[in-house]
């Protein structure tokens, strides 16, 4: 019989909101903050969207309004 692989879990601190490189935050969620952004280093530079609370990858650069929403220009 064989044995199971162990799926290692690394807990990361930081979340895609709170890279400096995401940008085109959008589509709020049923209470009102935003769940999705675009990245120019995942899903084929940027044409897809991605979730902010996605863990961060290794072009991760810490955003220095702390991760809050995007000023609307309206």
């Known amino acids: 019989m064989g044995t199971k692989k162990k799926i290692e879990v690394v807990a990361t601190r930081y979340q895609c909101r ?10 709020k969620a049923l209470d009102g903050h ?11 530079g940027g044409k897809y969207c991605i979730f902010l609370s996605d863990p961060t990858c290794e072009h991760f650069i810490l955003r220095k309004d702390d991760g ?3 000023e609307s220009a309206e």
């Open 34 to 44: 935003l769940i999705l952004c675009r990245c120019p280093y995942k899903m084929e």
């Open 68 to 70: 809050k929403e995007e």
């Open 18 to 27: 709170h890279c400096a490189h995401s940008y085109d935050w959008h589509s």
